[in-house]
Structures are given as C-alpha cells and as structure tokens.
C-alpha cells in the first residue's frame, strides 16, 4: 500500500510539473521546450528577490569544467506559499534540478522542480502540490 | 478479457482526464501561478455579506480577467474580437519585449496577471465610499480606485494607467464605469491595443462563496467596430492567505535568457 501510494503521489508529482509557467511574463519567448535539461549541482546563491526568484546552481560537467546556472522561478510570494521557507535551501544545498534552457542563453533555465540530493521532500516551484491539487 | 476491458476504460478516463485539465491550463483560464484556491466544498458555500447588507467582494480573487489572449480568455472564437484592422495589425506584431507589464508597468483593466488581488471597501462616515482594487503584482503599486460616493467623471481627464472609474451598486452588482485611460497598456501578452477613447464597463457578481464574475463590457471606437461583451470569472485564494509585498522592479531580468532587452524607452 505504501509503495502504491508513493507511485501514485510521484506520479502526481510529475503531472505537477509538466506545464511551465513563468507569471510575469511568457515562457516561450525566453525558454525553449525542448531544451529540457536535468542538473546535478551545488547553490551558490538564492535570491528572493522580485519579479522572480532565482536560484544559481553551480553544475560540473564530465571535463571538470564549471557552470553557473541561473534558474529562475515565480514569485517569491508563490514560492512561500508552496510552503517553501528561507531556510529550506542554502548555499552548499547539493541539488538535483529539472527546468528549460534559454533560447539565447543556455546557462539559464526555467525551473520545473528542484531537491535536495539525498534527503527532504522535493521543492517543487510551478503547479507544486498545492496549485495542483487545489487542497482543502 | 475484462480485465483488458477495465484498463482499457481506465485509460481513457485518465486520458479524457488529463486532456480536460491540460486544455483547462493552456486554454480555458488565465493560469494561477501555483496560487492556493478556497477548497470545491467550501467555494460552493453561501455568499458573505458586510454589516450593512451588502456583498462583500473583498477575496482575495485569482484569475477573473484577461492575460495571455483577451479574445480567447472573455470567452469568444478566434476572430471574433471586433478589432478594426490597424489594430489587428498592430496586435501581431507586437513583440514581448515591447510588453508595459513585463517592464513592470501596470496591466490595467481587464487584465489580471497569476498572482492574487482584492477589492478593498473603504468606509467613511458617508458609508462605503471608495472602493480600491488592490493587485499583488500587476499595478505597479498604483492602486485603483473606484469612487462610489454617487461623483460623475469629470470632463477633461488626463488620460492615466487606470483611467477614472465610478461604482454604483445594482442589487448585488458592483457596476464599475471607466473613462479617462491612457492607450500605453495591452490588454493580454498577444498584444491586443486600445485607444484612449476606451470605456469600460464592469458587472461584478459573487454567485457563492468562492466565486466571482466580471460580465464586461468594452467599448473603443477607435480600436474596435464596435462594443463587445465578455466574460470572466475569478475564484477565492484559500482563506489563510493574503496579498504579500511585491516589488516587480527590485530585480527584473526579463528577456535575457531569451536574448533581447525591454523596450523601456518605447512606453
């Protein structure tokens, strides 16, 4: 029963994230559906700040050679109430991170989920638990 | 065989369901951003009403006007916005990087971005005499009012964001008339114009307790053939929450991931 209920709540979860929304203004004329992309990283850096918050990742590939990423989210008043608090992600936080790359800048992303590697519940940012299932 | 038969039907239904909620996301409604709504149970619920009788709209409200398509969004086919043909042609080819609001500047009326908003009714001792609309984002902190204190809009308006609104109550109708605004804002991210002969009407209704409706009205000879009537409807944010502070410029980097700068100087 547990482990049907955790597929069925992954499963919500990755219904959840499927529609990329970026509020203040439109998705598709900074992101590109098709550069979906999946990190391993460590925060440098995350900033509540308005119109969006944004989280910088840095990400090492198979050479040894270092990227920042920018990852942008909603608003930090949406984050908040997803239940995410200031403290739940801090710099030295290893991630794993899904988003879409930018169209021009591609060591920018839109962020579709982030978690912490190896512990805590995923911190999902657009249509998180909450948006989607509209709780009671 | 009915095995095969159930999960045949399974999967339709699953499918028949996500389809229905994919075309709700994209299609049907301005998206919510991930904002909180009041429980089906609870928004089923009688409507409130303030000490002196009437309905209270205060909300918070998500959703209930335009964003990414006016046409699409107030509930008309495609190609049914009577736009007369300058402003067709302006709409398509407007450029996101020429958008006021991903600049921060103020959506205006009917625009409603993801993020909550509330009508704020201010009582004076001439009872309820302004109404202010309060948008989380979307207002640039320039906060709409509404005067209800029976005033008319003045003859030489300097056409502004918000333009002149005056509210009288009909029933349990908010009935809001606007003149007086500025041609600068869009009315969705398509880029829908308007010019400053613009008049607005809204009917705002609140059939239960986690429902609005705005029946609106628009009325610009110099953008459209004529008025056209749409319709929006906007849905209570769960009660524990409220508007948070919201700075859009503190730290606005729209369009660099895609490759462009705003056009500021245009606005």
């Not at chain 1, 710099?91 to 982030?114: C, M, T, W």
């Not at chain 1, 911190?123 to 998180?128: I, M």
């Not at chain 2, 389809?19 to 299609?27: G, I, N």
Request: proline share 7%; charged share 20%; glycine share 10%.
């Amino acid at each position: 029963m547990r482990t049907k209920l955790g597929v069925l709540v992954a499963g919500l979860g990755l219904f959840c994230v499927t529609v990329p929304v970026v509020a203040h203004h439109g998705f598709e004329t900074e992101y590109d559906a098709n550069k979906k992309v999946s990190l391993t990283g460590v925060v440098t850096e995350v900033v509540w700040k308005n119109p969006h918050m944004r989280v910088y990742v840095d990400v090492t590939d198979a050479n040894g050679k270092v990227t920042n990423w920018n990852l942008e989210l909603t608003s930090p008043n949406t984050v908040q109430r997803q239940g995410w608090k200031p403290k739940d992600l801090l710099p030295g936080d290893k991630v794993n991170v899904e988003g879409y790359a930018g169209r021009v800048v591609e060591s920018r992303a839109s962020l579709l989920s982030i978690s912490k590697v190896g512990g805590g519940r995923p911190l999902f940012v657009q249509g998180g638990p909450e948006a989607a299932n509209n709780p009671k | 065989m009915r095995k095969l038969f159930v999960v045949s039907i399974t999967t339709i239904g699953l499918t028949l369901t996500l389809l229905v909620q994919s075309q709700a996301q994209q299609v049907g409604q301005v998206q919510v951003g991930g904002t909180p709504l009041v429980s089906a149970a609870l928004a089923a619920g009688p409507v409130p009403r303030l000490p002196d009788g009437k309905v209270d709209l205060t909300g918070p409200w998500v959703a209930g006007g335009s964003n990414a398509d006016i046409e699409r969004e107030g509930g008309l086919k495609p190609g049914e916005l009577p736009l007369l043909p300058w402003a067709k042609e302006l709409r398509d080819k407007r450029k996101t990087e020429d958008e006021p609001y991903v600049a921060c500047l103020p959506m205006s009326v009917p625009r409603v971005n993801p993020y909550p908003w509330k009508f704020a009714m201010s009582y004076t001792s001439k009872g309820l005499t302004y109404i202010y609309i309060l948008h989380e984002t979307g207002d640039a902190g320039a906060h709409r009012v509404i005067y209800m204190d029976g005033r008319k809009h003045p003859d030489d308006l300097l056409p502004t964001w918000w333009g002149h609104s005056i509210g009288r109550w009909e029933g349990d109708t908010l009935v809001v008339d606007t003149i007086g605004y500025n041609d600068k804002f869009w009315f969705d991210s398509r880029g829908t114009p308007h010019t400053e002969k613009l008049h607005t009407i809204e009917r705002w209704t609140r059939p239960n307790y986690g429902t609005l409706v705005d029946e609106f009205t628009l009325d610009d000879p110099g953008a459209f053939s004529r008025p056209v009537q749409l319709k929006f409807t906007a849905r209570l944010m769960r009660p524990d929450l409220d508007l948070m502070e919201f700075i859009c410029l503190e730290n606005n980097q729209a369009g660099v991931a895609g490759g462009y700068q705003l056009n500021n100087e245009k606005k």
